[in-house]
């Protein structure tokens, strides 16, 4: 959000003290090409130039003709990859970007692995592995001393002094009383609401002109805390809501190359879990529900039965919910009882990743309640979402409030990055059970 993003830091971080009072090596620290170049460096050319040394000490350090220069690009390629999924994931929010460092390096080699595989290319361990360890190692490495060593200073106009006091996010937030200052800021936070005069514009005029950022200060809050505020007269620009029509496009493409891979893993986990099921309680081994979808439009929803089909009560799960049946609840904790919903992917009501679909009753009881709750359908609504990793399960209207609020969020920033990262914080909250009923 803040200049230019540092590879595997949230974008906020940039500068703690005035330019002139910093170390050259933290100048370095917070600049992109130094992190990539010295990732090229240490993991790419320094293992290149001792490998004709090593060759004669085991079959790790072989060298084959044919493949060493595809196998050395393969690992630039690789890297290079990998630092600009960081740079990308690690400016959201909510994000503690070092955990995506190993995801995004194991990614982007196995990708490399596997076109070097189907061009029939032999591989050199040497130069891959070798590569991913000091890579991973000094992005870690980097990731920490950024944390020590670099912390933002963010001005503020018309802005309270306690603004900052309730947002996540190691910055150190200013006041600033007097159109004039004799230090460095990495960027400015303006209520636009506030009454500004001619001195004050001319000051957030230089600003702009020295390079440094000026934000609104809904921006801010947006970046920080991953939500996106509406209020019901709010001056708000609807616009920047409707999402990516080209990116729409390209996910569900997406969306459907996934299907058969995955569906055909999933088979064997849906045929254990209806067995396991029509043994602990008589019913069907499908639950279907009328649910709210993409632009609006209901649709039919497959999970695996996971309470008796004796029990009455709400369309929602409650907490420690008695309708839940032994085995349903595992199936709940895992997400198992959604494997199913690979179907709605197949049909075109679900996406992968997208605000989860509400049953049709909620969806028209928070509509009433809830000003542009219908927004979140400018997306299809997928199996796992924004607000799922962040929220779990939610019931309540205020609590709707805030899940409308991440919902759109991920319709204001709809991107591929987007998509990526809640994939890692699904795997996350499916191995700790978040968010479950």
């Not at 993991?43 to 595809?70: M, N, S, T, Y």
């Not at 990998?82 to 990614?107: D, N, V």
């Not at 205020?398 to 998509?419: M, N, P, V």
């Amino acid at each position: 959000m803040l200049n230019r993003p540092i590879v595997s830091m949230p974008r906020q971080a940039c500068r703690i003290w005035p330019k002139s009072r910093q170390t050259l090596f933290a100048q370095l620290l917070a600049t992109n090409r130094f992190v990539l170049s010295m990732a090229l460096l240490l993991a790419i050319e320094l293992p290149a130039l001792v490998h004709p040394l090593l060759a004669d000490f085991g079959r790790w350090f072989v060298r084959e003709a044919e493949g060493d220069k595809a196998s050395l690009l393969g690992a630039a390629a690789a890297l290079v990859g990998a630092h600009l999924a960081l740079q990308q994931m690690g400016s959201l929010p909510l994000i503690q970007s070092r955990t995506l460092i190993l995801p995004a390096f194991f990614t982007t080699f196995s990708g490399v692995i596997v076109l070097l595989y189907a061009a029939r290319v032999p591989l050199e361990p040497y130069h891959f592995w070798t590569a991913f360890l000091i890579g991973a190692v000094w992005y870690l490495v980097v990731s920490v001393l950024r944390a020590r060593m670099i912390r933002p200073i963010i001005g503020l106009i018309g802005v309270p002094d306690d603004f900052g006091s309730d947002l996540p996010g190691n910055v150190v937030w200013i006041g600033l009383t007097d159109p004039e200052i004799d230090y460095r800021l990495d960027a400015v936070v303006v209520d636009p609401h506030a009454s500004l005069d001619l001195p004050w514009s001319s000051f957030i005029t230089r600003l702009v002109l020295d390079g440094i950022p000026v934000y609104h200060r809904t921006h801010i809050e947006e970046g920080l805390t991953g939500r996106t505020h509406f209020e019901r007269h709010a001056d708000n620009n609807f616009g920047a809501l409707l999402p990516s029509l080209l990116y729409l496009r390209i996910k569900r493409g997406i969306d459907l190359l996934a299907v058969a891979p995955l569906g055909l893993l999933v088979l064997a986990a849906l045929a254990v879990a209806a067995v396991a099921i029509k043994l602990d309680s008589p019913g069907p081994v499908l639950f279907r529900q009328t649910r709210m979808g993409f632009r609006g439009r209901p649709f039919t929803c497959y999970k695996l039965r996971t309470m008796r089909v004796d029990a009455g009560g709400p369309a929602y799960t409650r907490a420690n919910d008695d309708r839940i049946t032994r085995v349903g609840r595992p199936l709940r904790k895992w997400r198992i009882d959604e494997l199913p919903q690979i179907y709605n992917v197949f049909k075109g009501d679900l996406s992968w990743i997208g605000p989860r679909p509400e049953a049709l009753s909620l969806a028209q009881a928070y509509a009433a309640e809830v000003p542009f709750y219908d927004y979140r359908h400018a997306v299809r609504p997928g199996i796992s979402g924004w607000a799922a990793v962040h929220q779990g399960n939610v019931a309540l209207v205020d609590a709707a409030r805030i899940k409308l609020e991440y919902d759109f969020y991920y319709i204001r920033y709809f991107s591929i990055w987007l998509d990526l990262l809640i994939l890692l914080k699904t795997a996350q909250t499916i191995i700790s059970g978040f968010g479950s009923r």
